[in-house]
RNA sequence: GCGGGAUUCGUAUAACGGUUAAUAUAUCAGUUUUCCAAACUGAGGACGGGAGUUCGACUCUCCCAUCCCGCACCA
């Protein structure tokens, strides 16, 4: 089986209706996509089973959706404003990135020692700025959140203070975040506006390494729910040197994407760095008192960080096959169920045959009502219908014929083996779930 | 941000310094069709944007935008 390549996912997803170029009327603009009606509905059906996989069939997550814009504070606490907003020089030798203003002798890298290496001192701004109110001076000036985290540790006493709940506990959050990335890249992978699914999980300090590895097996499982193959998701444990210096233990879960093996997703020990930077940034006690009366404590976490195009684009080069039916090629999206955009399409095997057309409608009106995510198609011949919902994914395919006006049945044609069978109206809907 | 390549109907491709820009597929309308892209008829649909060279530019040159490949970046 061959893998899919970038350009025939492009392609495919431009076609169908699943992702466009963001403002492609007007030439685009790098590192935006908008998402057509499938795109937007196989992104939903993500957000919603990673909600409920993660926040609804749990008894120790809570969820919250936190203002885009914050106080500029948040980010000065975070040490992304003095990371992200100034002029550096970058050393063509080395690579290594200095602070212009910082520099002793502006001549000379201070760390390969190579001279006359810097170029004019670039603006590194990762952070979109924008002004809030009428006045648009250094006062006014806020940030378009570069991560939903943030979010997440500025509300950590807000749902303490609602819920007390015991440790270990979580915070999730889906949500838009946005970087001005130098280069963005590799279809959605690399955008400038994104949406990450967050969890902060709170812990005592001396449990973080089996929670840690909970959170591995937690994991793997949503990976698994998603249809990923296992053969294609890799754990890279990022080595030391690499790792953010706040994170004691990190793992990527990679990804074996058209562009090739890249992470699609993060699982970080944040010690507890971040409630360290809002205690000292805001002043307020971060500890967490234990209700059986030991030393108050702040607490240690866990991060697993999800980006939701990653995912879209894993769930999307997993599900893409080409594979055989009848001797004639196919291309097919064998996505799991759940996620598909339209669960079932209902048609009528031929449509200049009014009693089919209007039986078809029936059961269409009946399946929309108990499933919304239903398409009624009448295109060309019932071969053709076939294979346009075998490319967007559809599991299953429901066709009235001259049988069903006589007894009440209908075929339903399975996405994966093309098989079909021949059941009751009122059995559909169970057949179905 | 650097280097290279590209940009033509929705998609995938073609051609040409000069007639109405072609083909496949998709789309729409119709005929036909009793289960896996059948056939026929008809219709609509494109030279990324802007300058320049030229009698004439989709074609040549420059600028811009976007995409792809490589590098760099990825807190």
Same mark, same amino acid.
């Given at each position: 089986?061959?893998?899919?390549?970038?350009?025939?996912?492009?392609?495919?997803?431009?076609?169908?209706?699943?992702i466009?170029?963001?403002?492609?009327?007007?030439?685009?603009?790098?590192?935006?996509?908008?998402?057509?009606?499938?795109?937007v509905?196989?992104?939903?059906?993500?957000?919603?089973?990673?909600?409920?996989?993660?926040?609804?069939?749990?008894?120790?997550?809570?969820g919250?959706?936190?203002?885009?814009?914050?106080?500029?504070?948040?980010?000065?606490?975070?040490g992304?404003?003095?990371?992200?907003?100034?002029?550096?020089?970058?050393?063509?030798?080395?690579?290594?990135?200095?602070?212009?203003?910082?520099?002793?002798?502006?001549?000379?890298?201070?760390?390969?020692?190579?001279?006359?290496?810097?170029?004019?001192?670039?603006?590194?701004?990762l952070?979109?700025?924008?002004?809030?109110?009428?006045?648009?001076?250094?006062?006014?000036?806020?940030?378009?959140?570069? +991560?939903?985290?943030? #979010?997440?540790?500025t509300? @950590?006493?807000?749902?303490?203070?609602? /819920?007390?709940? %015991?440790? =270990?506990? &979580?915070?999730?959050?889906?949500?838009?975040?946005?970087r001005?990335?130098?280069?963005?890249?590799d279809?959605?992978?690399?955008?400038?506006?994104?949406?990450q699914?967050?969890?902060?999980?709170?812990?005592?300090?001396?449990?973080?390494?089996?929670?840690?590895?909970?959170w591995?097996?937690?994991?793997?499982?949503?990976?698994?729910?998603?249809?990923?193959?296992?053969?294609?998701?890799?754990?890279? +444990?990022?080595s030391? #040197?690499?790792r953010a210096? @706040?994170?004691?233990?990190?793992?990527? /879960?990679?990804? %074996?994407? =058209?562009? &090739?093996?890249?992470?699609?997703l993060?699982?970080?020990?944040?010690?507890?760095?971040?409630?360290?930077?809002?205690?000292?940034?805001?002043g307020?006690g971060?500890?967490?008192?234990?209700?059986?009366?030991?030393?108050?404590?702040?607490?240690?976490?866990?991060?697993?960080?999800?980006?939701?195009?990653?995912?879209?684009?894993?769930?999307?080069?997993?599900?893409?096959?080409?594979?055989?039916?009848?001797?004639?090629?196919?291309?097919?999206?064998?996505?799991?169920?759940?996620?598909?955009?339209?669960?079932?399409?209902?048609? =009528?095997?031929?449509?200049?045959?009014?009693?089919?057309?209007?039986?078809?409608?029936?059961?269409?009106?009946?399946?929309?009502?108990?499933?919304?995510?239903?398409?009624?198609?009448?295109?060309?011949?019932i071969?053709?219908?076939?294979?346009?919902?075998?490319?967007?994914?559809?599991?299953?395919?429901?066709?009235?014929?001259?049988?069903?006006?006589?007894?009440?049945?209908?075929?339903?044609?399975?996405?994966?083996?093309?098989k079909?069978?021949?059941?009751?109206?009122e059995?559909?809907?169970?057949?179905?779930?």
């Amino acid at each position: 089986m061959s893998e899919v390549t970038l350009d025939e996912l492009v392609s495919l997803c431009k076609r169908r209706g699943f992702i466009y170029q963001g403002s492609e009327i007007y030439g685009g603009l790098a590192g935006t996509w908008d998402y057509g009606p499938l795109g937007v509905a196989l992104k939903r059906n993500i957000l919603d089973l990673w909600w409920r996989t993660f926040v609804d069939e749990r008894d120790d997550m809570y969820g919250v959706d936190a203002a885009i814009l914050m106080n500029p504070k948040v980010w000065q606490a975070s040490g992304h404003v003095d990371t992200f907003t100034d002029p550096l020089v970058e050393c063509s030798n080395c690579h290594n990135r200095f602070r212009a203003d910082k520099i002793e002798d502006e001549n000379r890298c201070p760390v390969c020692g190579r001279e006359n290496v810097f170029g004019e001192p670039r603006q590194f701004n990762l952070m979109f700025k924008t002004n809030i109110g009428p006045t648009q001076d250094e006062k006014s000036i806020s940030y378009l959140r570069p +991560e939903t985290a943030q #979010g997440i540790f500025t509300n @950590y006493k807000n749902v303490v203070d609602s /819920f007390y709940p %015991d440790l =270990p506990f &979580g915070i999730a959050q889906q949500g838009k975040a946005f970087r001005n990335e130098i280069s963005p890249r590799d279809f959605v992978f690399r955008s400038r506006e994104f949406e990450q699914m967050e969890i902060e999980y709170f812990v005592r300090p001396d449990e973080w390494e089996k929670a840690f590895e909970q959170w591995q097996k937690d994991i793997h499982k949503f990976l698994k729910a998603l249809g990923l193959s296992d053969s294609k998701v890799h754990e890279l +444990e990022v080595s030391d #040197g690499d790792r953010a210096h @706040y994170s004691k233990r990190t793992v990527d /879960f990679e990804f %074996d994407f =058209p562009i &090739g093996r890249e992470e699609l997703l993060g699982l970080a020990y944040r010690t507890d760095f971040d409630l360290k930077n809002i205690e000292k940034g805001s002043g307020k006690g971060m500890e967490y008192r234990p209700k059986d009366g030991g030393e108050p404590f702040v607490p240690h976490v866990i991060e697993p960080s999800f980006g939701l195009e990653r995912a879209v684009m894993a769930v999307l080069t997993s599900a893409y096959q080409e594979d055989e039916i009848g001797g004639e090629k196919r291309t097919v999206l064998k996505l799991p169920t759940e996620l598909a955009p339209v669960r079932v399409a209902v048609s =009528p095997l031929l449509k200049n045959k009014p009693e089919l057309v209007a039986k078809a409608r029936e059961v269409y009106k009946t399946l929309k009502a108990e499933f919304g995510r239903v398409m009624y198609d009448d295109n060309g011949n019932i071969g053709k219908r076939y294979r346009r919902q075998d490319e967007i994914g559809t599991p299953y395919c429901v066709t009235i014929d001259f049988d069903t006006l006589e007894d009440d049945t209908v075929t339903v044609r399975n996405r994966d083996t093309a098989k079909q069978e021949r059941i009751k109206i009122e059995s559909l809907a169970d057949k179905i779930k």
